[in-house]
């Protein structure tokens, strides 16, 4: 099986890599295809990855493409996590929307749907070339805001491209961890958008084990999204929220946590990956150098929500290069699978359109990804904060295919995190002269 890692410069590359060696007795992985609009980066990486190589069982090869259509034509299986921007781009994203007194995060409010307008055009380019050269290919999409951007390739690709998160996946596997439930026996209850879903119910033997969480102070201390919004506010909600619901729950606290930070996460990772790939370049230490970063990286993951480090059992708890081979076993090795994926909503939430994205538990084989529905409804708070996120998420999306001004001003004056017109004109105004890339995707009046 050939795989094709689009943004195969990136930082988290080796975690892909190492996860499909180590399984290769289950999807049975050949080659891996790197393809990066950045040399320097994508040569760093090969000099990485060329370093692992001997710790793993059955490495693949590294083959490097000079192009997307190299990359993608006849290929199996597509990875992408493309950066538009890097993480320069994201510095920016947080900035404006910080200068303006709202929170600036990677996916979350402006930052996200900043993020979003500068990627929607390329990721149409990339989704149409691969449903032009490679078809039959599955395409796992990793590339952020997911929900949103899994939504512009499904224009493309339709059922054949999959958006994975590993944050909900997480969320459930504490949750077993801590109740000592096997996942396997289990039925999970999960509803929401990306970086935006609540677990209602954890089902064994037909017995909802949640309850007997959100009344033991010492097993809700123990999960890491009860830490991040307080055991207290959990338990009234009745439900576990993914921990990027932190964003919206205290967006006051966390956009004065992140302004008062000496530096914003973007530009701790702009800092800090732009220090790995100098000092790494192609030599042999390219691999311990990454190793020393990605702990850091990892340890620091979402500081701004919690006091300290995160716990190890947090760091170590699995990643979305896990949940990309789980899910290329299951559609094609002849495994079955259950996880939380994003696909289309097809009714599953009333007030969306069908062909909306939304991050539910879904089950996978050789016959493809199929919704595990019914699901709990969404209370109306819930519904009420996922039906304007994605009424947000749908403006910006016609804002970068037409170009429109007006629709991008639009989109970041009805999301729930810019609480002003006259703000969201000031947010479009500030992107529009920190990025190039916005600037030449508002072309029109």
Not at 87 to 101: C, I, P, Q
Not at 207 to 235: F, K, M, N, Q, Y
Not at 345 to 352: A, E, S
Request: aromatic fraction near 6%; hydrophobic fraction near 45%; charge should be negative.
């Amino acid at each position: 099986m050939r795989i094709a890692i689009l943004g195969g410069g990136g930082f988290r590359v080796p975690l892909v890599y190492s996860a499909l060696a180590r399984a290769n007795d289950r999807v049975g992985t050949t080659e891996v295809v790197l393809q990066d609009t950045d040399p320097a980066r994508l040569r760093t990486m090969a000099a990485v990855l060329d370093g692992m190589a001997a710790d793993l069982p059955h490495p693949p090869t590294v083959t490097i493409a000079a192009d997307l259509d190299s990359a993608v034509a006849g290929i199996d299986v597509v990875f992408s996590a493309i950066r538009v921007g890097g993480t320069h781009g994201r510095t920016v994203d947080e900035r404006v929307a910080l200068g303006l007194g709202l929170l600036g995060q990677e996916t979350i409010g402006a930052g996200g749907l900043a993020y979003a307008l500068r990627t929607v055009p390329v990721m149409d380019h990339v989704a149409a070339r691969i449903a032009a050269l490679a078809p039959q290919a599955w395409t796992i999409n990793f590339t952020n805001p997911a929900g949103i951007i899994t939504e512009v390739m499904r224009t493309h690709l339709g059922d054949r491209v999959v958006g994975i998160c590993d944050t909900p996946i997480g969320l459930v596997r504490r949750v077993a961890r801590t109740l000592g439930v096997d996942l396997a026996d289990a039925v999970v209850d999960y509803v929401g958008l990306n970086h935006l879903g609540w677990l209602h119910s954890m089902r064994v033997d037909g017995v909802d084990r949640l309850p007997e969480l959100l009344a033991d102070d010492g097993l809700l201390a123990s999960i890491e999204e009860a830490r991040t919004l307080g055991p207290a506010w959990v338990r009234t909600l009745g439900a576990i929220p993914n921990e990027y619901l932190y964003y919206y729950y205290f967006a006051r606290e966390a956009a004065a946590r992140i302004s008062g930070a000496e530096r914003t996460r973007g530009e701790f990772l702009d800092a800090q990956q732009s220090a790995f790939y100098a000092r790494a370049g192609t030599s042999a230490g390219a691999r311990a150098a990454w190793d020393e970063t990605l702990h850091e990286r990892e340890a620091t993951y979402m500081a701004e929500a919690r006091e300290g480090e995160r716990e190890q059992d947090d760091v170590e708890g699995g990643g979305y290069h896990e949940v990309a081979v789980d899910l290329m076993a299951a559609l094609l090795a002849g495994e079955r699978a259950s996880m939380i994926l994003d696909v289309a909503n097809n009714g599953i939430i009333p007030t969306l359109p069908d062909d909306a994205v939304i991050e539910v538990p879904c089950r996978v084989d050789s016959s493809g990804v199929v919704p595990m529905v019914p699901l709990s409804p969404l209370s109306l708070d819930e519904l009420g904060l996922v039906t304007a996120v994605k009424a947000a998420d749908r403006l910006l999306i016609e804002a970068a295919r037409t170009g429109s001004r007006d629709l991008a001003w639009r989109a970041f004056a009805v999301h729930p995190l810019v609480d002003s017109v006259d703000l969201a004109r000031r947010l479009l105004d500030g992107y529009t002269a920190a990025s190039p890339q916005i600037a030449a995707v508002l072309h029109a009046e």
